[in-house]
């Protein structure tokens, strides 16, 4: 069985401590200084062998915190751990950038994801879900759009597929769940806009095109939103419904930020406005002592909490 996915730390640590310790069991200097301390040494030893399976525990601990991550890839993306199950919400992006993503945030002995969410043209995701399936796909469908009823699911996407519908839930545990905003077409392809609830924060993922009226309907439920937006401007937020912006995420946006935090000069704007040409990827984790909102990287360094 070949794994894939993330090398944990502790993995890491252990591997290089086992081979330390052999390293110093076939030295001759080693060997003299311990002489008569045999047992010493294969006291040594059997920590050494443990040091591979302990650090497997604790690379398969259960997180205590949700994670949402927006991925830094050439189209809007979110990937979810709740618990220990993972979802991935995406548009059209190349297999390659998402792949990688993906990788980098699946443990060593994760094969795949349990749901994956494609807002549009899910066509360009099949090679990122043949390298990590998912157990369920949710995929939108043209005809099914066009014609207002049901519509076969795609199979080259691989385990269970469906065709969603406007104003589905699925939840994923932990307090988490996604929501079919809505299902419409743009440029003669299917879209869906997709919002995912963890507490009190609603990360939204609006599909290609103008806002869709039905995200009225969801921001009267009062909370703090995040959203990654489908294009490189902020005129999508200025036709969405007022709501507590807790961030807005985009590729290439225009914006006047000269303080370098990522606080815009419009004072009616929200007040947190990240390109992610500049921050890269950008993650809200929520845990018992509240939430939070990290960059990969900032004017000040890497690694940056930009909220609170």
Same mark, same amino acid.
């Given at each position: 069985?070949?794994?894939?996915?993330?090398?944990?730390?502790?993995?890491?640590?252990?591997?290089?401590?086992?081979?330390?310790? &052999?390293?110093?069991?076939?030295?001759?200097?080693?060997?003299?200084?311990?002489?008569?301390? $045999?047992?010493?040494?294969?006291?040594?030893?059997? +920590?050494?062998?443990?040091?591979?399976?302990?650090?497997?525990?604790?690379?398969?601990?259960?997180?205590?915190?949700?994670?949402?991550?927006?991925?830094?890839?050439?189209?809007?993306?979110?990937? *979810?751990?709740?618990?220990? $199950?993972?979802? /991935?919400?995406?548009?059209?992006?190349?297999?390659?950038?998402?792949?990688?993503?993906? +990788? #980098?945030?699946?443990?060593?002995?994760?094969?795949?994801?349990?749901?994956?969410?494609?807002?549009?043209?899910?066509? /360009?995701?099949?090679?990122?879900?043949?390298?990590?399936? +998912?157990?369920?796909?949710?995929?939108?469908?043209?005809?099914?759009? $066009?014609?207002?009823?049901?519509? @076969?699911?795609? @199979?080259?996407?691989?385990?269970?597929?469906? !065709?969603?519908? #406007?104003?589905?839930?699925?939840?994923?545990?932990?307090?988490? &769940?996604?929501?079919?905003?809505?299902?419409? #077409?743009?440029?003669?392809?299917?879209?869906?806009?997709?919002?995912?609830?963890?507490?009190?924060?609603?990360?939204?993922?609006?599909?290609?095109? @103008?806002?869709?009226?039905?995200?009225?309907? !969801?921001?009267?439920?009062?909370?703090?939103?995040?959203?990654?937006?489908?294009?490189?401007? /902020?005129?999508?937020?200025? *036709?969405?419904?007022? !709501?507590?912006?807790?961030?807005?995420?985009?590729?290439?946006?225009?914006?006047?930020?000269?303080? %370098?935090?990522?606080?815009?000069?419009? +004072?009616?704007?929200?007040?947190?406005?990240?390109?992610?040409?500049?921050? %890269?990827?950008?993650?809200?984790?929520?845990?018992?002592?509240? &939430?939070?909102?990290?960059? #990969?990287?900032?004017?000040?360094?890497? %690694?940056? !909490?930009?909220?609170?």
């Amino acid at each position: 069985m070949v794994f894939t996915g993330r090398v944990p730390a502790s993995v890491v640590a252990g591997w290089y401590g086992a081979l330390l310790l &052999w390293a110093a069991a076939g030295s001759a200097d080693v060997r003299a200084w311990l002489g008569y301390r $045999r047992y010493v040494g294969r006291g040594l030893a059997g +920590a050494g062998l443990a040091l591979l399976p302990m650090s497997a525990l604790l690379a398969a601990s259960r997180p205590d915190h949700v994670a949402v991550s927006v991925l830094d890839v050439d189209a809007p993306a979110l990937f *979810v751990r709740a618990g220990e $199950r993972t979802m /991935l919400v995406t548009g059209a992006a190349g297999s390659g950038p998402l792949a990688a993503s993906l +990788a #980098e945030r699946l443990g060593l002995w994760e094969r795949g994801i349990d749901l994956a969410v494609l807002v549009d043209r899910p066509e /360009l995701v099949a090679e990122t879900l043949r390298r990590y399936p +998912a157990s369920l796909v949710v995929a939108p469908s043209a005809d099914a759009v $066009r014609s207002g009823g049901p519509a @076969p699911a795609t @199979p080259a996407l691989g385990g269970s597929s469906v !065709v969603p519908q #406007e104003g589905q839930r699925i939840d994923l545990g932990e307090d988490v &769940w996604v929501h079919v905003v809505d299902v419409r #077409e743009h440029a003669d392809v299917a879209v869906l806009d997709v919002r995912v609830v963890v507490g009190e924060v609603s990360v939204w993922l609006p599909g290609p095109g @103008p806002a869709s009226a039905r995200w009225g309907e !969801v921001a009267e439920d009062g909370r703090h939103v995040l959203v990654r937006l489908p294009s490189r401007s /902020l005129a999508w937020t200025r *036709v969405a419904p007022n !709501v507590p912006w807790l961030a807005i995420v985009g590729d290439g946006l225009e914006l006047a930020d000269r303080s %370098g935090t990522g606080s815009t000069d419009d +004072a009616d704007g929200p007040r947190l406005v990240l390109d992610q040409r500049a921050y %890269g990827g950008v993650e809200l984790v929520l845990a018992a002592s509240g &939430w939070s909102v990290r960059t #990969e990287r900032c004017p000040r360094g890497r %690694g940056c !909490v930009v909220v609170p």
